[in-house]
Nanobody, 126 residues
Framework: QVQLVESGGGSVQAGGSLRLSCVASGYAYRRYRMGWFRQAPGKEREGVAAIYIDSSSTYYADSVKGRFTISRDNAENTLYLQMNSLKPEDTAMYYC???????????????????WGQGTQVTVSS
């Protein structure tokens, strides 16, 4: 019983920044593990970052570590992904995802998440 809506995507030049937002509805939101995934044309959906209850733990794909920051504002029911130093290879559709406890599997596996947003497109040009 969670609905996710992403926003903040767009087109930027390499080296630029974007901030993605995901607004979640549902009173159980604060218990959920939240994640950002991305999917480029012809490629499988891959995990970008994840965050656990009360921001207790965060995880990042090696490809974005040091450039992206995931955070959540539980009071506003919002998940964020700050994306800095963007590269052309970051171009993809970005999805917000959530899963309730008990948590299992790896954070970067799409099959471990039960709820998904519709996605927001990020395009980085050189």
């Amino acid at each position: 019983q969670v609905q996710l809506v992403e926003s903040g995507g767009g087109s930027v030049q390499a080296g630029g920044s974007l901030r993605l937002s995901c607004v979640a509805s549902g009173y159980a939101y604060r218990r959920y593990r939240m994640g950002w995934f991305r999917q480029a044309p012809g490629k499988e959906r891959e995990g970008v970052a994840a965050i656990y209850i009360d921001s207790s733990s965060t995880y990042y794909a090696d490809s974005v570590k040091g450039r992206f920051t995931i955070s959540r504002d539980n009071a506003e029911n919002t998940l964020y992904l700050q994306m800095n130093s963007l590269k052309p290879e970051d171009t993809a559709m970005y999805y917000c995802a959530a899963t309730p406890p008990p948590y299992g599997g790896a954070w970067y596996m799409a099959v471990e998440y039960n709820y998904w947003g519709q996605g927001t497109q990020v395009t980085v040009s050189s």
